[in-house]
């Protein structure tokens, strides 16, 4: 029986794990992640907002795999040797036939250990879970949210609408390095996305930055100083350190480049975020359905390969993409259609429902939608 390691178990593990499961009997796979719970990471800033409770988007990977057939090891892989396709870490060291990396990626600091050591993140439930008792604090005036792109916006206007609807007129300040937010996207949006930010009553700061972080205190480059500050910090991920130790270049965000099957290394394949998969050109951008899909794929194509047969191409469907905003006035392309306002709130929520796992997890996030409030503890 061929044994295949899995490490990490967000969209495109899970997704890959799944895949094998049809498999049972002729493989072992095995499913490395520190964590207890499989993350529906898009509705974070819905928890740090408290629209939505936290346990909705835990799904158990001992439940998904006694559910698709594979071992869960509860552990966090710190060391892996491709030649032998081996991983370790603070278990024994285990081996397998065929390696997939999907790791994901979590909040750069860029190597300030300062922020890194304060600044609040939105890397995963208990980062929603911790920015929503920070509001209910009370103890802070300010929310200071660094980084205008997609998760920043999204989560100024979720703290925003938040301490509207409670009568709370403390302030969200958006902080972005560039000029202008949402780097990348068309004219258009970007305007629409500003006047709605203008709208909401967000001041944002662009060309600025966070120069120092004194006690309860944000600095910005250009001095002014912002008293019982919480900072917030959204301004880009790159991949775990875990692949910094691996032979070779890295594309963008530290991903690892891979072939169009998505392998970079005998017997050895990537999918979601650690993948950097080019397209037209330039690295894939990171997103859940291009995670699902390369989780998929890179699964069937290692599987291919241990049983000496060619693989097949990966080639990404791009459906477009959304900037929630929290007040209904989102905005995006879809197949080629822009849309904004309520539409395009109602398409981003139907889609996150119908792609988070375990059919009682998506009841609860329907329910905590159509209820706002009863999330809160």
């Not at 988007?57 to 559910?67: C, G, H, I, K, V």
């Not at 060619?310 to 080639?315: L, N």
């Amino acid at each position: 029986m061929k044994r295949i390691l899995i490490v990490g178990g967000g969209f495109a593990g899970l997704s890959a794990a799944r895949r094998l499961g049809r498999l049972r009997g002729r493989v072992e796979v095995v499913l490395f992640d520190p964590r207890p719970a499989s993350e529906f990471l898009p509705l974070l800033p819905d928890v740090a907002g408290g629209r939505i409770g936290g346990e909705r988007l835990r799904y158990s990977l001992q439940a998904a795999a006694r559910r698709f057939g594979f071992r869960f090891v509860q552990a966090e892989v710190s060391k892996i040797d491709l030649a032998n396709r081996r991983v370790g870490g603070g278990f024994d060291e285990e081996a397998g036939d065929g390696l997939l990396i999907a790791c994901g990626s979590h909040t750069d600091f860029y190597g300030n250990r300062e922020l890194a050591a304060r600044a609040l993140t939105l890397d995963c439930v208990a980062d929603g879970e911790r920015i929503a008792a920070a509001v209910r604090d009370g103890g802070w005036q300010t929310f200071l949210v660094c980084g205008g792109g997609y998760t920043g916006i999204e989560i100024a206007t979720h703290l925003k609408n938040r301490l509207r609807h409670a009568q709370d007129r403390r302030q969200v300040v958006l902080v972005e390095r560039e000029e202008r937010v949402l780097k990348g996207l068309p004219e258009s949006l970007r305007r629409y996305a500003e006047d709605n930010l203008q709208r909401c009553g967000i001041e944002v700061r662009c060309g600025r930055t966070v120069e120092e972080l004194a006690e309860e205190a944000v600095v910005l480059d250009n001095g002014e100083r912002l008293p019982k500050t919480l900072l917030i910090w959204s301004a880009g991920v790159r991949t775990p350190q875990l692949l910094d130790g691996l032979p070779g270049e890295r594309v963008g965000q530290s991903r690892l480049p891979v072939d169009q099957n998505l392998r970079f290394a005998p017997g050895c394949f990537a999918a979601g975020d650690a993948a950097g998969f080019q397209w037209q050109g330039r690295p894939l951008r990171m997103g859940i359905q291009f995670s699902l899909k390369q989780g998929a794929r890179a699964a069937d194509n290692l599987w291919r390969e241990l049983n000496h047969r060619e693989g097949r191409a990966f080639r990404p469907f791009d459906p477009g993409y959304i900037v929630p905003m929290a007040n209904n006035r989102s905005c995006g392309r879809v197949l080629g259609v822009r849309m904004r306002g309520r539409p395009a709130t109602l398409l981003h929520y139907f889609m996150c429902v119908y792609r988070t796992w375990g059919l009682r997890n998506r009841l609860g996030a329907i329910r905590d939608l159509l209820l706002p409030g009863r999330s809160e503890p």
